[in-house]
Structure formats: C-alpha cells, structure tokens
C-alpha cells in the first residue's frame, strides 16, 4: 500500500492545437463546467503544429475563472527558469492563484537544438532542472534579504531582484522516469508528473518508482508524502462492460481510478482528451464516484 491521504482531483490534458485557434479554449471552458480541478497543455515549442503554451495559459487564464491552469511539462531547456519565475508569479497574481507548474528536462532534442536550445546528456539534463529550481524558487522568495545569486553549470543568476512573489505557493511539479530525476523529484518537488502510457509496465511500474522518489525525500530530510503523486491518462469510455484498465464505463474507470490512489497513491488524475463527452463523463460521472469510494476505503 502506498496511500498518501491525499485529497483526490481531477483534470485534464489538451493538445495545443493552433488550428483552429479557439479549440483548446473551448477544451479548457468544457473542463471548467465539467467540474474538473485542473488544465494542463503539453508544451512542446519546436512544434509549428502547436500554439505557444505560456500565451494559450495566459489566454485560459482570462476566459475562465476557478480552474487551475498548468503547463504539462513545460520544455525547460527552452523556458529560461529565471524568465520563467517571472511569467509563472505574474499569471498566479492575476488569476489569484490559480497557476501550478509541471516542468521537464526535455526529450525531443532535435527539436530543442533546431529552436537554439542546447543538447544535454541525462545526467545534464537533472542537474539543470536542479538549478533552474533553485532560481525559480530563489525568485519568488521575496521574504529572504538581498538579490538572488545562483551559479550553476548551466543556469545562473547575478544578483536579480527577487519578485514578484505568486499569490500562493506554486507547486513545482516534475515530468520524471528514470532513477536520476526520480531521485531529484523526491529530493526538490512538489510532484511527480509521469504520463501512464509511458510507464514500462503500467500501473505496476508506479510501485518502484515511488519508493525511489520516497527513498530520496526521505534521505533529503522530508516526508514522503510531501510529494504528491500525479498521473496523466488515456483511454475510452464505453457503455457497456469494458476490455481492460480504463477502457469501460464511468463507473469502471471510477473503481480503477480509486484503486490507483489506494495502491499507488496517486492523487490527482489527468485525463489527455479532445473529445468535449469524455471531459464531461470525467468530471461529472467518474470523479465524484472515484472519491466517494476512496473515502469509504479510507474510513473502514
């Protein structure tokens, strides 16, 4: 068992599409009446298929008003941390707290060199997400004296000004699989931000991991539950009795959905989806009965 307690949540995974335009808008409205926590929209900037993800947030973040807002990871080697800090404490003032932040080392690097980002080998790449927490974070703590001065191997900063602070605490939230991020994730973050479809065994796989990141926590000083569990997923909606792991009906998707939070202690549950009926069956239908059963797992 690796119940963490945590209070479950909802959310979902748009495609930025740029064409048309207004598409993951409406995507991002539906998952506001549908009752969902949260949007997320994948960031992969080297893609001419894809909207910018920082100003389609921005945009969301003026349409809508109570759904948190998230990139789902943010391409770090092409969003200057220290710029970054800035955009992300500015958004958060202006939707009163609303804005959360995922954040990856980066993955497709013929893309990334292709838009002047440098090419990083996997044990670069954990070391620069490293840093480029520590200046985010550096910036947004204006409660602590003087500028910030961060010299890294790959980031640094001389001397900002700290500011502006967010409206609440940011979570930082860590796209990671292998052992070295998933060391860093349980050392500095917030949360662990995997993709199901990418874990080598599925749900199984979730097991391994997060005794790694709570190996690290611990070994950094924190609780292991410090670190929420997240979990981005696909699947289909059918009206009848499904063939597998979230391929069936609402209330079958809810019964694994619970037992993913109850195993494995994931909390908060991203459904990647275009589809309008599969973001409303998910904030309406399986969400609330995912929780119900939690709960009274959690109370016997």
Do not use: C
Request: hydrophobic share 45%; proline share 7%.
């Amino acid at each position: 068992m690796s119940d963490y307690g945590h209070e479950l949540w909802f959310g979902s995974f748009v495609t930025p599409a740029a064409r048309p335009p207004q598409a993951p808008v409406e995507l991002a409205l539906t998952s506001e009446s549908a009752g969902l926590d949260l949007v997320s929209f994948q960031d992969h900037p080297y893609q001419s298929a894809f909207q910018d993800t920082w100003t389609l947030m921005s945009y969301v973040a003026a349409r809508t008003e109570r759904i948190r807002i998230s990139g789902n990871v943010l391409s770090l080697p092409l969003r200057p941390p220290a710029v970054l800090a800035r955009a992300a404490a500015s958004l958060d003032r202006l939707t009163g707290g609303r804005v959360e932040l995922g954040i990856g080392a980066g993955a497709f690097w013929d893309g990334i060199v292709a838009m002047g980002g440098r090419r990083l080998e996997p044990a670069q790449a954990v070391r620069a997400v490293e840093e480029a927490v520590a200046v985010i974070r550096g910036l947004w703590a204006t409660d602590e004296a003087g500028p910030l001065r961060v010299t890294g191997e790959f980031y640094t900063v001389n001397g900002a000004k700290r500011g502006p602070a967010p409206a609440h605490r940011i979570p930082i939230r860590i796209g990671a699989y292998k052992p070295r991020m998933l060391r860093l994730t349980g050392k500095i973050a917030d949360g662990w931000l995997p993709s199901l479809g990418f874990l080598p065994e599925g749900p199984a796989s979730l097991r391994a991991m997060n005794e790694q990141i709570d190996e690290a926590a611990s070994a950094a000083g924190r609780e292991p539950a410090a670190v929420s569990r997240l979990l981005n997923l696909s699947g289909r909606f059918t009206s009848g009795a499904g063939g597998g792991l979230l391929e069936g009906t609402p209330g079958d998707w809810a019964e694994q959905i619970a037992d993913l939070a109850l195993q494995y202690g994931v909390s908060g549950f991203i459904l990647a989806s275009d589809e309008p009926a599969d973001l409303n069956l998910f904030g309406h239908e399986v969400a609330p009965r995912a929780r119900e059963l939690v709960q009274s797992e959690r109370a016997a």
